[in-house]
């Protein structure tokens, strides 16, 4: 019971220290989230244009002379084209009324000079909405509300009179969002899927937050371990080299005090010397025995540390997984 209560007392010192350490880590730990999560989840008000589809119908052979028409209409290049327009912001985008987050209203896109739109038609829509055509290449949306993630899929007839050079996706005149964006995506060439792991899969505070708090949680069990490790050996070296030089005089010195000490407590202390009481020390010619987290032999020592090296290289490549370079 006596050496029990002692190491548990050496045991439960050490570790208030270390309880200590962790504190003021999980601490700083919980502030760099704070201040993380506050600077990642700014809201942001966007609207992207999507191009999906963009086809050129009046493709032929450069050798061979054609004509053709649309709805009536003699054209020389027609192009259809199909965009999704997407509320990928954060927030919900008031488009009239004194609330309005837009300049003017609508947002407004542009075809390239020298095009015109020949027809305009809405395929899909998730909220009420207007398309307009204000002159020959310029077009308006209108709402009143549009939500986060709602979207608009509507195709266009495209001519000019010219070949162009690229395709004639719309572009925006102007700054048409009060503290927002518009973007343009071309979405019309298929692109491998970027590999990402799970973590980076998730929205970009949950992310960091779940990084940082993995690599301080990996890094500090790393450094706790390590720290205790190191106090293991250092004890046990201390035991094997204070048992090589004492332990014969100590239990010659027992037998000289043993009326001092109860007859169930002589064997315990013959073998863990470090747990006789302070004052039956007093007269004893040596070094006193001190250590408290010592291995109880060289095999157990060994397994312990190669069980610890493998655990950390671990932690440290889950560290660099989470903080890819």
């Known amino acids: 019971m006596k050496k029990s209560s002692r190491v548990e007392k050496r045991v439960s010192s050490l570790f208030e220290r270390f309880g200590l350490v962790f504190a003021i880590v999980l601490t700083l730990t919980a502030l760099v989230i704070g201040l993380l999560t506050y600077f990642t989840l700014e809201q942001k008000t966007e609207v992207a244009a999507q191009v999906l589809a963009s086809d050129e119908l009046t493709t032929y052979h450069p050798d061979m002379e054609a004509k053709f028409t649309y709805e009536g209409e003699e054209v020389t290049h027609l192009w259809k084209l199909k965009v999704r327009f997407v509320n990928s912001g954060d927030k919900t985008i008031i ?8 300049v003017g209203n609508g947002l407004n896109f542009v075809f390239p000079d020298d095009t015109r739109m020949l027809r305009i038609e809405k395929e899909t829509e998730t909220f009420q909405s207007n398309v307009v055509q204000v002159k020959p290449n ?6 009143s509300q549009w939500r986060s993630g709602e979207y608009i899929i509507a195709s266009f007839c495209v001519a ?5 050079e690229t395709h004639p996706f719309p572009s925006v005149p102007t700054r048409e969002i009060i503290d927002g964006n518009v973007v343009i995506q071309d979405l019309t ?14 929205p970009i505070a949950v992310s960091i937050t779940f990084k940082v708090i993995g690599g301080i949680i990996a890094g500090g069990w790393t450094l706790l371990f390590s720290i205790i490790l190191a106090i293991a ?9 204070w048992k090589r030089r004492y332990l014969s005089d100590f239990r010659r010195y027992l037998n000289r005090v043993k009326s001092k000490i109860p007859l169930e407590d002589r064997k315990l202390y ?15 010619a040596g070094k006193k025995a001190s250590w408290s987290m010592d291995f109880d032999d060289k095999t157990t020592a060994t397994i312990v540390t190669a069980i610890f090296i493998f655990t950390a290289f671990g932690l440290i490549c889950l560290i660099l997984m989470l903080f890819p370079a």
Request: glycine letters at 4%.
């Open 95 to 102: 488009g009239t009324g004194n609330q309005s987050d837009l």
């Open 138 to 143: 310029h077009f308006l949306i209108q709402f």
């Open 160 to 164: 000019s009179d010219k070949l162009l």
């Open 189 to 202: 060439e298929e692109r491998p899927r970027e590999r990402m792991s799970v973590i980076d899969r998730l």
């Open 233 to 241: 050996w250092k004890d046990t070296v201390n035991k094997f080299n």
């Open 270 to 284: 013959r073998e863990n010397p470090e747990i006789l009481p302070d004052e039956l020390w007093a007269n004893f």
